[in-house]
């Protein structure tokens, strides 16, 4: 079992939020190349749960992830990436035996975008219940997980069940988002998933599409009641172009989309889920951080790739008051 990077040197409050999952390197195409016409790749780095890690970072908030990279060049350059956006990553582990998992894929508007994953024996595929640091867990005000990481694997799956199980018993909010991948597991597999850990939620950021998959309802407003069914305080649905809404205290909150121009919508979920967990942190009505899920998520899409396009605290209240477009 690798040792955590970094175990005795943590100093300092502890996180408000702990993020759990897999990091990759994501080699993108060039912009309105497809991929199977490219001829160079720049490499970045992605991961649902690592977008929200570094999105609420750079949104002024103490994040720590936990998970694991391979001891390899793209492993060293996801901690690097991490670091630089601010996320504790010494509880992370690098595995001396198993790859950095990747992801190749364009950034097309004009036709579906194909993303091609290679993570199949990876490090973050690897993941058990030992990689989850329950001091850690419980010291945060927040865990948040997708449903991607316990369909990697079964110990995967034990070890995000252990996490949950961890915030619960220590009274650390869990907030879940399915996260629907159906090229990582058959649609059967995600309602087991998505079934399981919305018993753990108190908070459910879900897209419409992903609730429509994984528990074959047609209005995402029985999606809403199905997991309030199941304990979850906070359900929030998210929409795409056709906007957003929150269901809480037996209100519901509507949000249109900000229009923008669409470069990439990939990490557009992510934005959002990390805009309003900020908001939600800071205490924020439901408005306020639907508003301000909404503004990151646009500064996301109209960027390509997954983390570029993340806001800084400064710059969303400049998108919120409306600001100047020009900086000078």
């Not at 040197?9 to 990091?23: K, N």
């Not at 649609?187 to 419409?208: P, Y």
Request: contains cysteine.
């Amino acid at each position: 079992m690798p040792p955590p990077l970094d175990a005795a040197a943590r100093s300092g409050p502890p996180p408000e939020v702990v993020t759990l999952g897999e990091v990759l390197a994501a080699l993108l195409a060039p912009t309105g190349l497809p991929l199977a016409a490219a001829t160079t790749l720049d490499v970045t780095f992605a991961g649902a749960e690592a977008n929200v890690a570094v999105g609420l970072s750079r949104l002024g908030h103490r994040v720590a992830h936990l998970g694991r990279v391979g001891a390899d060049p793209l492993g060293e350059g996801a901690l690097a990436c991490l670091r630089a956006g601010g996320v504790d990553v010494g509880q992370m582990r690098i595995d001396p035996g198993r790859p950095t998992g990747l992801l190749l894929r364009d950034v097309v508007t004009s036709r579906p975008i194909s993303v091609q994953y290679h993570r199949s024996g990876s490090a973050g595929s690897a993941l058990c219940d030992a990689d989850v640091m329950p001091d850690v867990v419980a010291d945060a005000r927040l865990l948040h997980l997708s449903g991607i990481t316990p369909a990697l694997s079964s110990s995967a799956r034990s070890a995000c069940r252990r996490a949950v199980e961890e915030a619960r018993a220590a009274g650390t909010v869990v907030s879940f988002d399915p996260n629907v991948r159906l090229r990582i597991a058959p649609r059967d597999h995600w309602n087991g998933i998505v079934r399981e850990f919305a018993g753990f939620a108190d908070i459910v950021l879900t897209g419409a599409d992903d609730a429509r998959t994984a528990l074959d309802v047609t209005d995402p407003a029985d999606a809403a009641a199905w997991f309030h069914d199941r304990g979850a305080t906070v359900v929030v649905v998210k929409d795409g172009p056709h906007g957003a809404w929150e269901s809480s205290d037996g209100q519901v909150v509507r949000q249109p989309a900000r229009p923008v121009p669409v470069v990439d919508p990939v990490g557009a979920g992510d934005a959002f889920a990390a805009g309003w967990l900020s908001g939600w942190l800071r205490g924020h009505p439901a408005e306020e951080r639907m508003r301000a899920a909404t503004a990151v998520a646009s500064c996301v899409v109209s960027t390509p790739g997954d983390l570029a396009g993340l806001p800084t605290a400064a710059v969303l209240d400049t998108l919120l008051n409306q600001g100047t477009d020009v900086r000078r």
